[in-house]
């Protein structure tokens, strides 16, 4: 159970504390000597609170050495964070609470905060913290966490504050049926002109290549968010090339099998939005649901095995005596030809006592960014079958350090218009018995988008 | 300078620190940083040469980034290049980065040491003072190495400016500390002696610091600066506060130089007269000065002021040979007592220690008693009140021991936690060194046990103990306090072991008395005895015996508290032993048997107070006040322990008299804590000529034991392996790999040497008979250093415990070097058993602990009984043992040459009788004999047939066992 929240600026200083347990921050003051605290930390604080709070500003933001570890145990208590450009979330706890739930907490929280006032900067955060400290109220409630579906937070904590007392008790009764009821992330009575769904297949794909162009490891995460603008309670089926559904389809019809037998793909494992069926998944493997309205992220999956890969790097390093070092880079599009990927972005890092770096590149743009010890290649937009190239001479400053460069690896961003993995959306059924619009009613509009995770060439 | 209007620009340099400032994250930071590095190397490369204003902005940049945590990796050179320049900003931005970045291997320190040897060849003194500067700072041996023999030098050459002889001074100095070999000692050490003369008073700072580090290493060579020192001193006390202008400190002239001289002439003995009636009158010029209305009301004027005093107060200290100055010095400490400021009450206090004890002063610091208890009673802070508590204890004689020593115990209440222990020592010391009657001694100690019980260490009572018993006069009196004591109704474990040991000893005095006859003595004594620790309760077992010897009366009411069960079958096996041996003792043994073993205890040798011994080591070498007894107390001649040894004890050899040295053990009533249980047993039945804890020798012990035991003798414990005294063999380690090998050797032998290595050497002795044997481990310590926690154990693996039962005696926990320690081991066999007993020694070498698991010698053929027999039993016994089981039979390889004697030799140690004429073939042996266990016996029949042509031999062992069979043939085979 979580004991506390604390959201932090990169100076450490708390923005925004919100208690739920007692037991926090009374171990936590032998940790350490503490500074003064921060200038947002008011009175609202007590003082053994105050100190869970400077301990994890001293041990993990002001840390001499650099925090990597989400989670840090400071005097039994623990603190678990995720960052945000410059925003530290921390929930704090003193039990021994589920890890993956307290993240994935975090990240709804994050979700929750971008659906409402949209980039979580410093900014925004005090702009907003009468707001956060109401969705904090509702979301976790005694250290436990609470509905936080967006959709159904918007129905009754609105940005434009005092719009609640104006609501008829007809309309707060049915929020609090709806919050309370078995399906509380849609309301009743939601009426289109249109009934219309937009299905996006959102995919990144990550890579780890040998210089030879082994692959030393790779997969793909998904996800597929959907938006619907549908009427009444409509039941959804969604279906895809699954390998166990082809399969068990397949048994019936024995051509169909090796027909989409290359079609299907393996998924290792997926998670779904809170709306779908488990049962029945777990027993047909089909994949029913009544959406929210709105935008939802309707599953998550990951695959590892036939990833489409959409490039191929190929890095040649050659290091010419202790001041010079020539650098060339192919980079090979592996698609059909007639798309088109897109922010293509390749970084190549050159070594710390590099004094100059000339660039010849016939393809896009290239710059040396000292700032990052690393030559940026960007081209806007690439064909598939193609091929480009670049290369570089770097020019060394002899040091003292005998220390070898460790040539980290090339890595590259993009952008493609289709799953790497392969997935493909057969089909995405709406019943609405009550209203009477049929599936074939429903505009539906499916887009596949693939990008760069750690895409990583070794060189 | 031209560059100075340039340099005070540096605007990059502005611009890239503020953008850095300006950075909103650690990762911004980093950006900026990396941005400037790469623009910083291009401008490094080498293309084009930078003019020396670049060159110095952009190494000052690089030193930056350095202080801000990051790694740099180049720019040294272009720093060194630096170091070339006429500029003085550009040498200085050199210098500091490479003070502050070169490390003493890299490769450029030639290229740096030459610079600097230029610099300081140089007439120029700010270049000089930069060079001087820079080797101080950084300050390695390799600097020392390059300079130490230039810069004596500069510092006593004529035409050096002031400041450079500061610096070399000061850079001297630090060389000096870091590498004191690398200095050379010359002439120009009396060149430096003179710098005290100096017109300018900072040089005569820096020399003093340089000349008191050297005088403390080469005394000789700088006996000179004395009277230069106390000339200077005078000379600045004697100073009207405004002469020395720059050097005068809130009205005080020259403090820290004043105190610099102080801590010089604190090098040296009191010069000769002249000199000294120089420095006593500037001595007492500061202490006139301390008296003085303050010229300021400023705490820095004070504070300097209060600096030159104690100072002085402490040379004072050191001379120790001007009552006036001394007396005078703790007046004026006698005033600061009473200061508001804490300092300085605390400096006080802490200079007042060491006063005490001159002969001079002692009286003088003796008047403040009452001042120093009331600190000690009101003082907030608590390093002030330990301070007080030193000083009380410093400065307590016989006169006024009473007073001081009833006002600690008054503190001690309510003392902190941390100072307990001490204070009780320390009240104990006093009153044990200045008790004038022994029966305020015995009230001060068990006031003290009554109040701090938890504080007061074995040491202290044990003293009390030594005392009582030693001094017939107090014996009655103490057993009455004790009593009287005992009888409130919380009393420390501390004090029920004291009454118990005294009213054992000492309770007959007080007998006579109705209120504390006999009965009452027991009953008060037993009503504590279920509270107390296994310790205490064993004392107070050992009391209940002498209380059957003091007072017959009492001997059934005693003997139902042993025979009890909660005695009888006490869990603890200690307990559990006394309880059976003192009611067996107390129902076997006649009343003129009981007298003797229960006499009184004889008194203790004299000896140094090991409390003493305990407050040394507490406080660590020399800080106690107590090594300057001596000195100070030159009319006690009792500093040892206060106890006159009285003509009629004079102190009698008794090998369990060393009660301190014992340490944990209870006192010496009692048998050693855990004696094995047989051969106190033995104790008991031989004892009677002998002090209980004073065993008889071991052949006498081993004969004894031999004896068939009568049934109803506790010797039934026996067959209790008491497995309480052997450790679990959890935390013994795997034998040593040799272990076997060094078995093997005593297969057929009893005595030998079983192992050795650099540091240990153990030798074995052992006797069998039967299924009973004894063995005596020798532990020779090889080295010359003590073993600290020497530990031998003796550990059964597996099942071993059911077969064999083996008890060992204590040995004492350290062995001297050189010394050797001996072991008692009592072997019964109780079933056949395979593998043998590990023995585990431990013990602590010079600080690191040893340990080694070896395998005690102990295997069945120990227990062999040879038995002599026609050849028509052995082949008829042959016959019988014939089922394939029985039988174990080896054919092997002669590991040493077939000498037919030497093979007869090792039969009959292996155990077995020899049959002679048995075997029809004569190069054939023959033996038998009987396997004696307590629970059953083995007969054993063998038979060897060599073949001298192949070097073979084939081994047939018939048993009634099957594995004793086998296991004796391996035995046996490996022997050939």
């Known amino acids: 159970m979580i004991g506390g929240l604390f959201i932090y600026n990169h100076k450490g200083e708390v923005l925004i504390s919100r208690v739920y347990r007692d037991d926090i921050g009374s171990q936590a003051a032998d940790s350490a000597v503490f500074s003064s605290s921060g200038p947002f930390l008011g009175e609202r604080l007590g003082g053994s609170v105050r100190n869970a709070v400077d301990a994890f500003r001293v041990n993990v933001i002001h840390a001499r050495q650099q925090v990597r570890s989400p989670v840090t145990n400071i005097a039994r208590t623990s603190f678990f964070h995720v960052k945000r450009s410059n925003i530290w979330l921390a929930a704090v706890t003193k039990q021994n609470v589920n890890a993956a739930m307290v993240f994935e907490f975090l990240y709804k929280m994050c979700d929750v905060m971008a659906a409402y006032f949209g980039k979580i900067s410093e900014e925004n955060i005090k702009n907003n913290f009468v707001l956060i400290y109401e969705l904090l109220d509702e979301i976790l409630d005694f250290g436990y966490p609470q509905n936080s579906e967006t959709g159904a937070l918007k129905t009754f904590i609105t940005q434009q504050g005092i719009k609640s007392q104006h609501q008829t008790k007809e309309e707060q009764s049915q929020i609090t049926s709806q919050v309370t009821g078995q399906i509380g992330w849609r309301r009743e009575g939601i009426k289109y002109r249109r009934n219309e769904l937009f299905l996006d297949v959102l995919e990144s794909v990550n890579l780890l290549m040998s210089p030879q162009g082994q692959v030393l490891s790779a997969h793909v995460s998904g996800r597929v968010v959907m938006k619907s603008y549908l009427s009444g309670m409509p039941e959804c089926k969604f279906g895809m090339n699954d390998k166990i559904v082809i399969e068990k389809q397949g048994k019936g019809t024995a051509d169909e099998t090796s027909k989409s037998g290359k079609q299907s793909i393996a998924i290792d494992d997926c998670t779904f939005h ?4 488990l049962s029945k998944f777990d027993s047909e493997r089909s994949i029913s649901f009544i959406p929210p309205d709105g935008e939802f992220e309707l599953m998550r999956y990951r695959t590892t095995k036939d990833i489409i890969l959409p490039f191929r790097v190929i890095p040649l390093v050659r290091e010419v005596g202790r001041t010079k070092l020539e650098v060339k880079v192919v980079i090979k599009s592996n698609f059909k030809p007639s798309l088109l990927a897109q922010k293509i972005e390749v970084r190549i890092p050159t070594p710390l006592n ?80 009550k209203l009477n619009y049929s599936d074939h009613d429903v505009i539906k509009w499916v887009r596949y988008i693939g990008r760069s995770g750690i895409y990583e060439t070794r060189c | 300078m031209p560059a100075v209007s340039k340099g005070d620009g540096m605007r990059g340099l502005a611009v890239f620190i503020s953008d850095i400032r300006n950075c909103k994250s650690k990762e911004a930071e980093i950006k900026r940083i990396n941005k400037e590095l790469a623009n910083i190397r291009s401008k490094f490369k080498g293309d084009k040469a930078l003019d020396g204003y670049s060159k110095k902005k952009y190494v000052c940049k690089l030193l930056f980034i350095f202080l801000l945590g990051h790694d740099i990796d180049f720019g040294h050179m272009e720093a060194v290049n630096l170091l070339s320049s006429n500029k003085y900003t550009e040498k200085q931005i050199g210098y500091l980065f490479i003070s502050v970045l070169v490390n003493s291997n890299s490769e450029l320190i030639r290229l740096i040491n030459n610079a600097i040897k230029n610099d300081l060849a140089s007439r120029n003194p700010t270049f000089m003072g930069l060079a001087l500067h820079c080797i101080a700072s950084v300050g390695s041996r390799e600097m020392a190495e390059a300079f130490a023999g230039e810069i004596p030098k500069v510092l006593v050459a004529g035409d050096t400016m002031d400041s450079v002889k500061q610096s070399a001074a000061l850079c001297l100095l630090r060389l000096y500390r870091t590498s004191p070999d690398l200095v050379p000692m010359g002439d120009w050490t009396s060149r430096v002696v003179h710098l005290l003369n100096d017109q300018h008073l900072g040089v005569v700072t820096a020399a003093t610091s340089l000349i008191t580090t050297l005088a403390q290493k080469n005394p000789e060579e700088f006996k000179t600066s004395v009277s230069l020192a106390v000339s200077r001193l005078s000379r600045i006390v004697t100073s009207a506060s405004t002469d020395l202008q720059d050097y005068t400190y809130y009205f005080v002239p020259a403090p820290w130089l004043s105190v610099k001289l102080l801590r010089l002439l ?137 007073q001081i020593v009833s006002e600690m115990l008054r503190y001690l209440e309510t003392a902190d936690y941390a100072i307990r222990e001490e204070i009780v020592l320390k009240v104990a010391i006093l009153a044990e060194k200045y008790a004038v009657d022994y029966s305020w001694y015995v009230d001060t100690i068990l006031n003290l046990i009554r109040i701090a019980g938890d504080y007061v260490s074995e040491e202290v009572w044990y003293r009390v103990l030594q005392i009582v ?125 009981l007298a003797t073993v229960l006499e009184e205890m004889p008194p203790f040798p004299e000896r140094e107070s090991s409390i003493l011994a305990k407050l040394k080591r507490k406080k660590g070498p020399g800080a106690g006040s107590a090594l300057d007894d001596g000195r100070r107390d030159p009319s006690s001649n009792d500093i040892n322990g206060g106890v006159e040894p009285t003509p009629s004890t004079v102190s009698t050899p008794s090998p369990s008299a060393d009660l301190l040295g014992l340490r944990a053990a209870p006192p010496p009533a009692a048998p050693p804590a855990s004696a094995g249980a047989g051969n106190l047993l033995v104790d008991v039945f031989d004892g009677p000529a002998a002090q209980p804890s004073l065993g008889p020798t071991p052949e006498e012990a081993f004969l004894s034991e031999l004896e068939p035991p009568a049934p109803e003798s506790p010797m039934a414990l026996l067959a209790d392996p008491a497995p309480a005294a052997d450790p679990g063999p959890e935390d013994i380690g795997p034998p040593i790999p040799e272990a076997d090998e060094l078995l093997n050797k005593f297969v057929c032998k009893n005595n030998g040497v079983l192992f050795e290595n650099q540091l240990l050497q153990i030798g074995v002795k052992s006797e069998f008979r039967q299924n009973l044997g004894r063995m005596y481990l020798f532990y020779g310590n090889k080295t010359s250093v003590q073993f600290q926690n020497f530990s031998p154990t003796v550990v059964h693996p597996g099942d071993l415990q059911t077969q064999l039962a083996v008890q060992t005696k204590r040995v004492a926990a350290q062995v001297d070097g050189g010394a050797q320690v001996q072991q008692v081991l009592n072997i019964e066999c109780l079933r056949d058993f395979l593998t043998p007993p590990l023995l585990s020694v431990r013990f602590r070498y010079g600080g690191t602990p040893q340990a080694l698991t070896l395998k005690l010698p102990v295997t069945i053929n120990k227990f062999f009984q040879p038995t002599e027999m026609a050849a028509q039993d052995f082949f008829q016994r042959w016959k019988q043992l014939s089922l394939p089981q029985q039988e174990a039979q080896k054919i092997f390889k002669a590991n040493h040459p077939m000498d037919a004697e030497v093979t007869k030799a090792k039969l009959l140690g292996f155990g077995s009788a020899l049959l002679d004429n048995v075997d029809p073939n004569p190069e054939n042996f023959v033996g038998a004999g009987i396997i004696q266990t307590k629970a059953l016996q083995v007969g054993c029949l063998l038979r060897l047939e060599p073949n001298a042509q192949a070097q073979m031999y084939r081994l047939t062992l018939r048993t009634s066992k099957e594995p004793v069979s086998r296991h004796l043939c391996e035995l046996l085979a490996q022997q050939f």
């Open chain 1, 274 to 277: 809170q709306c779908v069926r």
């Open chain 1, 354 to 433: 590099t004094s100059g770096v000339q660039v010849i590149c016939m393809k896009g743009k290239a710059k040396y960014k000292a700032s990052e010890n690393a030559i940026v290649w960007k081209i806007k937009r690439m064909a598939g079958m193609k091929e480009s190239q670049i290369s570089a001479e770097i020019e060394l400053l002899p040091t003292n350090d005998k220390k070898k460069w460790a040539r980290p690896p090339i890595s590259m961003n993009f952008e493609v218009p289709f799953a790497p993995s392969g997935l493909k959306v057969r089909y995405l059924k709406v019943f609405e018995p």
């Open chain 2, 266 to 402: 604190q090098c040296y003995p009191p010069p000769d007269p002249a000199v000294r009636g120089r420095l006593t009158e500037c001595l007492e010029t500061i202490l006139n000065k301390a008296q003085e209305p303050p010229k300021s009301k400023k705490v820095q004027h004070s504070n300097a002021k209060n600096a030159v005093l104690f100072e002085a107060i402490s040379l004072i200290i050191h001379h120790d040979s001007e009552p006036n100055l001394l007396v005078r010095a703790c007046n004026q400490l006698g005033q600061f007592l009473q200061h508001r400021e804490t300092n300085l009450r605390y400096l006080a206090l802490e200079s007042m220690c060491t006063l005490a004890s001159s002969e001079f002063s002692h009286e003088a610091v003796k008047t403040h008693i009452d001042t120093v208890i009331n600190a000690l009673k009101t003082e907030r802070d608590v390093s002030v009140r330990q301070r007080a508590a030193d000083l009380l204890y410093a400065m307590c004689d016989r006169s006024n021991a009473k």
């Open chain 2, 469 to 593: 018993t030693n001094r017939d006069d107090v014996q009655g009196y103490a057993a009455k306090t004790v009593f009287e004591a005992l009888q409130a109704p919380a009393c420390h474990e501390n004090m029920v072991k004291v009454g118990g040991y005294i009213l054992g000893e000492f309770g007959n005095l007080i007998a006579g008395d109705p209120r504390s006859s006999p009965p009452v003595q027991f009953s008060l004594l037993h009503s504590k005895f279920h509270l107390c620790s296994v310790a205490t309760r064993a004392l107070l077992l050992s009391t209940y015996i002498k209380f059957i010897n003091l007072f017959p009366e009492t001997k059934a009411t005693i003997q139902a508290v042993l025979r009890a069960g909660s005695q009888l079958r006490n869990a603890d096996v200690e307990l559990q032993q006394r309880a059976v041996e003192y009611l067996t003792l107390s129902s076997v043994a006649s009343t003129d048997v």
